[in-house]
């Protein structure tokens, strides 16, 4: 049974994170990763006023072979980097145990959601993080099953809770906002109105089932 896991760790402490502590006004958050024969291939999203300048950063670092800009949308852009796999760092980990990014970005620590085929999988990551001295802060370990069943609970579709994820984790709700719905709906590929649809059904859902349904049970005694 496929196993998620979350947990933040200090930017320090792994390279990719590393590299951005020069870059600290922009905005990284990993899409995926690809094994290659020779390296690794990490997609990721970036948003600066200035990308020619992180690029510099990015290139200039000696774990990285390459970096190259796949997509551009206003001021995110999404990147692909050759990774040297000789750096037995937290992304050299998660390739080697077939993680998948669920989700990962940066603030003043990274987050990270990944999914594991099972226990076994998750152990041997968490091992190879201790074998390498890798400082992570394991948050939260659930079945897909349990994330899923969350879900339901909260009677969210997919469309929805990808909407209100990606308003949360852009900063909309952040005020003032740090993106538009216009800006929102170019990165999931749907029209401003489409996306806007979305973010008030699920908004108006999720306040319904936490603040109105649960309301009902009355106050303790």
């Known amino acids: 049974m496929s196993i998620i896991a979350e947990f933040t760790i200090p930017s320090t ?19 995926r990763i690809v094994p290659t024969t020779d390296s690794l291939m990490p997609y990721f999203w970036l948003k600066s006023g200035d990308h020619e300048t992180v690029e510099r950063v990015i290139r200039d670092h000696p774990a990285i072979r390459d970096v ?18 000789d750096v037995h760092d937290l992304i050299y980990g998660i390739g ?19 999914r594991f085929a099972d226990h076994g999988a998750l152990a041997r990551f968490y091992n190879f993080c201790t074998d390498h001295s890798i400082s992570l802060h394991l948050e939260r370990v659930y079945t897909l099953s349990e994330h899923i069943e969350q879900g ?51 908004t108006k859902q999720v306040l319904t089932k936490v603040l109105l349904e649960s309301g009902n049970q009355g106050p303790r005694s």
């Open 152 to 202: 339901r609970q909260l009677g969210l579709t997919p469309e929805q809770r990808e909407a209100l994820v990606l308003a949360l984790d852009r900063g909309y709700f952040d005020t003032p906002s740090q993106a538009s719905l216009s800006e929102l709906g170019d990165v999931i590929g749907i029209s401003q109105q489409a996306m806007s649809k979305r973010v008030r059904g699920g």
């Open 96 to 114: 080697e145990t077939e993680g998948v990014i669920l989700e990962a970005y940066s603030d003043d620590r990274w987050f990270f959601r990944l």
């Open 13 to 31: 402490e792994f390279v990719f994170g590393d590299v951005f502590t020069e870059a600290p006004e922009a905005s990284i958050e990993l899409e």
């Open 68 to 85: 190259t800009r796949v997509d551009a949308i206003d001021d995110y852009a999404l990147y692909r980097a050759k990774w040297d796999e």
